[in-house]
Structures are given as C-alpha cells and as structure tokens.
C-alpha cells in the first residue's frame, strides 16, 4: 500500500522543512525558497519562518506538499534487529554460554577527537537510562577514548583477548570514516586475525548496511542504546558458540 507523508489529514502530502540559503535577506528572500522547493517538485508552498541568521545567510521553515507516495513493502535492507534485552538477562546470558567475562575494548579511532558517543555506550553511569557497558558484572569493557591508531586498538585488544572492538565514527567530512575503518579492517586482515572479534562500528551517520559493506559485523546509528549493543554482543557471542 502507498503512503503519504501525513500533514493535516491523511495522505495529504504535507512535509515540514527546515534548510538555510547562502543569500542575504531581503524583500524577495520568501520567494526565492519558495521556488526553490517548486523545482524540487513540490507545490501549495508555505513559507513559515524566514529569518536573515548573518549578512549572507537565511533559514527557513516552510510546508509543500508532494504527490509522490511510497510502499512500505519495497524498502528492503540490510537492518540490524536486535531482540532487546534486560541488563540481568544479558548479564545471565553471557555468564551460561560463555562461562567467563566478555572482553571488549572499545575506542574511537585515529583523528576522531567525538567521545561522548563511545563513551555513552561504555561508560559505567550509562546514557539514556541504561548502563553502560563497564556496569556488566559478565564484561571486562576497556574505552580507551578518542584518537586511538588503529594499531594501538589493535594491540591492546590482543594483549586483552577481547571478544569484541567496538569502534566510534563521528566525523565523517571527506570520507574520512571510512577510511579509517578501512584501515582497521585492513590491519586485521593483514595480521590474520579478523575472525577473532566480533566488530562494531556506530556514529550518527552509521548503519548497518555500511558496516558490513566494510567488512564490520553490526552497525549501530544515532540513538544507540547500550541495552541494544549489550544485547547484540551477548547474542552474537552465544550465535558463535552454537557455531564452535
Ligand atoms: C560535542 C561535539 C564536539 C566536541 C567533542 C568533545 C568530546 N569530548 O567528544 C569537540 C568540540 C571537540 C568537537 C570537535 C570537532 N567537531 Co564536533 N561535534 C560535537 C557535537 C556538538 C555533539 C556530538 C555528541 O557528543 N553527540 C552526542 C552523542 C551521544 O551522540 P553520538 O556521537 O551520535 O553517539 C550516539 C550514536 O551515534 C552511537 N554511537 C556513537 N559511537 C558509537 C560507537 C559504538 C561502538 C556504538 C555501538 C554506537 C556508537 O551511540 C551514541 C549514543 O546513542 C556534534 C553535533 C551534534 N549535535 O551531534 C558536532 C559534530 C559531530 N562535529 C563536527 C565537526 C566537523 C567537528 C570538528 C572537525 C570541527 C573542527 N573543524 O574542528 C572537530 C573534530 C575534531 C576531531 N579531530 O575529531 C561535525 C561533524 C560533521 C561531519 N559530517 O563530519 C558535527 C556533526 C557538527 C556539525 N554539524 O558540523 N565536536
């Protein structure tokens, strides 16, 4: 079934948007993102908001409508379900299948300085009402901060014997997230040891489609919770000894 964004009443076609021109404002600066949208193809255009944000810049809030619909049905994709757990459940769950902690060490590599992202995911006090991953009595979590080499991720996820890398992308400017993850999987491989860890890359612009394009086991994207990521890895973890 075909489904339209929903403004007013249903399938009408009304979409909010918000979005800045590099044009001073003036008199005529309402019509100039009200075209713009037209010959994006949408029409009853309502500009909201228009407001000069510096001497060469405009924002705008406006409303358009758009005939074009989409079937649910048809989106497929590479997703990452994860069946959520409790923190006691996972705790539980690592403790019966892998009989010892779970070793992860986790980082955000070479020039990304963003650590609030992996440290929301391990971190002992946690992020958005969850634990983080440090919390787990069944894991050994090692965050080693931001702007670690790949080498040195590496080596001390060797030294440690982890179970899993987990790896924060933020900054993703001219590719260069993927350039280093790149560059993690490139190591790995080179040392023979990529089998080893089961391999999570996540940052506001990662999904699950890309990192395993790139050769990661799992994606998380901007929401991450670690109930979600502690889940994953113990489930994971539980997959691979079914498998051993
Ligand atoms: C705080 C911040 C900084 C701080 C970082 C301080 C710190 N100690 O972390 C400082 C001031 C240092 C900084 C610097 C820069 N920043 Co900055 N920064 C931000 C800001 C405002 C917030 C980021 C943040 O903390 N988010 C909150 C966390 C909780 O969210 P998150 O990172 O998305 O993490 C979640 C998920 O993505 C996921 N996740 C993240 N990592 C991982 C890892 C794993 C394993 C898993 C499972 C999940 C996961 O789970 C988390 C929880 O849900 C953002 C803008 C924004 N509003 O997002 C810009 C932003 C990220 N920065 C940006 C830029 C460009 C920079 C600089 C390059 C600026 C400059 N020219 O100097 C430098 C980069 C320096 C460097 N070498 O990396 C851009 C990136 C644009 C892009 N597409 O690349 C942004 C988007 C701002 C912008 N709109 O321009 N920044």
Redesign the pocket.
């Known amino acids: 079934m075909i489904v339209r964004p929903y403004g007013d009443t249903r399938d009408d076609g009304v979409i909010q948007f918000s979005f800045t021109l590099p044009v001073g404002y003036s008199v005529k600066a309402p019509d100039i993102g009200k075209q713009f949208l037209e010959k994006l193809g949408f029409h009853s255009v309502a500009i909201g908001e228009c407001t000069g944000i510096d001497p060469s810049f405009t924002f705008y809030v406006a409303y358009a409508r758009t005939d074009v619909g989409i079937d649910p049905d048809e989106v497929k994709g590479d997703y990452l379900e994860v069946e959520v757990m409790d923190y006691y459940a996972i705790n539980a769950l690592i403790e019966k299948r892998l009989g010892r902690k779970l070793v992860v060490v986790?980082a955000?590599i070479e020039?990304?300085?963003?650590?609030?992202?992996?440290?929301?995911?391990?971190n002992m006090k946690g992020?958005?009402g969850n634990y983080g991953l440090e919390r787990y009595p069944q894991m050994d979590a090692l965050n080693m901060g931001?702007?670690i080499p790949c080498e040195q991720l590496l080596r001390t996820a060797l030294e440690r014997n982890a179970d899993a890398i987990?790896?924060?992308?933020?900054?993703?400017?001219?590719n260069?997230?993927v350039q280093n993850l790149t560059k993690l999987i490139e190591l790995l491989e080179a040392e023979g040891v990529r089998e080893r860890f089961v391999l999570?890359?996540?940052?506001?612009?990662?999904n699950n489609a890309f990192a395993k394009e790139l050769g990661y086991d799992?994606?998380?994207?901007?929401?991450?919770?670690?109930l979600?990521?502690a889940s994953?890895l113990a489930q994971e973890i539980a997959r691979r000894a079914d498998e051993a």
């Open positions: 986790g955000a020039s990304d300085a963003h650590t609030v992202g992996i440290d929301a995911i391990m992020f958005a931001s702007q987990l790896v924060s992308q933020i900054v993703t400017q001219k260069i997230h999570v890359v996540g940052g506001p612009r990662i799992a994606g998380f994207g901007p929401r991450s919770t670690p979600e990521v994953f």
